[in-house]
């Protein structure tokens, strides 16, 4: 029997684990339905399969001689669920089952957040556009309806007037897989992510990012994680982030919090038991020293310890994860190789490929790639990005309408 380390997702938001994985001296094994996920290519170990088949999963490890010593994902709330329920049936470390049924619905996160009292936005559920306008009328204009099991923002629409409730629960239906929604009062102010990690229930702050958002429609959709938040006071986005964490059933395990500012007051949006998808982690590490994927790897390994969640040197006082967006149409050429030369961009990626077509934003997963990068303050951070920008080298050939 071979032993590996496994990670549920083959996209690159996993190159991470897959890395730190390596480096404890683990094999790799790499499950993912589509067989062009691109960590397969570099795992000691392939399963071609959706990880939501957890039974077929299973079946594949046996099959293949491989004896799982940890079972772990980040960057997406579609495999904490079946990373959950992986490694309950193989007895290993890992979230309860509970918790992540609960940060996977949104019905379930906000009735546990009602419970536990944490400060979120009033909200109804619905699976008929009859119980979606009533909702509406309960809540009152505006609001945000977004499908309960959603992820990168699809399906999601700020509703203003009851003309716009149709096509908005059309979207958010079309987007759920449960075929349900939710409705949420909309609050106005900045947006943040609040990371951090818990151990056996207590809390280790890691960063707050400043949320920058790409001019909607789409709805909520980031261009930047941005460090340092430039709020005065940082504690009151922990202490919230601690409790609406605790409320869902995370005692131990990474915490991924967006919160909205209201009136000089942080309200929960919603909580992830993850690491974040965006290079939080990465940024986390650059710019405060918390190095949050090893911990992960060593939580999955039932290895971690209070040591393991202390904060190290940061390299640089000043950071942001910049989303690379462009127009849509068919990917001819993509280069990262000129903005990776220049001094405090870290790392330089792309979601898509040459030779597939890149759709209309309409979510964050219409996204092009990503720039992590570094500086010394925020105009030199500013001009950094600007010449990260223009360094890579992108040719995307518009698609000519059919007659």
């Known amino acids: 029997m071979a032993k590996a380390f496994v990670l549920t997702g083959g996209s690159r938001s996993q190159l991470g684990l897959l890395e730190q994985a390596r480096a404890l001296g683990h094999e790799v094994c790499v499950v993912d339905g589509s067989p062009d996920a691109p960590l397969l290519a570099e795992a000691d170990h392939r399963i071609v399969r959706s990880f939501t088949d957890v039974g077929g999963v299973l079946g594949d490890l046996v099959a293949q001689g491989i004896e799982p010593v940890a079972v772990a994902t980040m960057g997406s709330d579609q495999a904490v669920l079946p990373t959950a329920q992986l490694a309950e ?162 005692e131990t395990g990474p915490s991924y919090v967006q919160v909205r500012m209201r009136d000089g007051q942080p309200w929960a949006i919603e909580v992830g038991a993850r690491l974040g998808g965006g290079k939080d982690a990465e940024l986390a590490k650059l710019v405060t020293g918390f190095d949050a994927i090893r911990a992960n790897v060593l939580w999955a390994l039932g290895e971690l310890t209070r040591d393991d969640l202390q904060p190290g040197e940061p390299i640089a006082p000043v950071g942001q994860v910049r989303f690379v967006v462009a127009q849509p149409g068919r990917i001819v050429r993509l280069d990262t190789t000129p903005a990776l030369m220049l001094d405090g961009v870290h790392e330089a990626g792309w979601y898509w490929r040459e030779g597939m077509t890149l759709p209309p934003m309409t979510s964050g997963a219409e996204r092009l790639g990503y720039l992590l990068l570094s500086a010394g303050d925020e105009d030199e951070l500013d001009a950094l990005t600007e010449r990260a920008l223009a360094a890579l080298e992108i040719e995307i050939a518009a698609e000519t309408p059919v007659a």
Do not use: W
């Open 89 to 250: 049936r193989l007895g290993l470390p890992g979230l309860p089952v509970e918790t992540a049924r609960a940060v996977a619905d949104k019905r379930r996160m906000r009735a546990a957040f009602e419970k536990r009292k944490v400060r979120c936005p009033k909200g109804r559920e619905a699976t008929s556009f009859e119980e979606a306008e009533q909702a509406f009328h309960q809540l009152g204009a505006p609001v945000v309806v977004k499908p309960v099991d959603g992820s990168a923002q699809r399906g999601v629409t700020e509703v203003r007037a009851e003309s716009e409730l149709s096509d908005a629960v059309d979207r958010a239906l079309a987007a759920s897989r449960a075929g349900a929604i939710v409705l949420e009062q909309y609050l106005d102010g900045d947006e943040y992510t609040v990371n951090g990690f818990l151990l056996e229930r207590e809390y280790f702050p890691m960063s707050v990012t400043r949320r920058l958002l790409y001019p909607p429609p789409p709805l909520g959709v980031c261009i930047a994680h941005r460090y340092p938040s430039l709020l005065a006071n940082e504690e009151p986005l922990f202490e919230l982030a601690h409790k609406a964490s605790l409320a869902v059933g995370l």
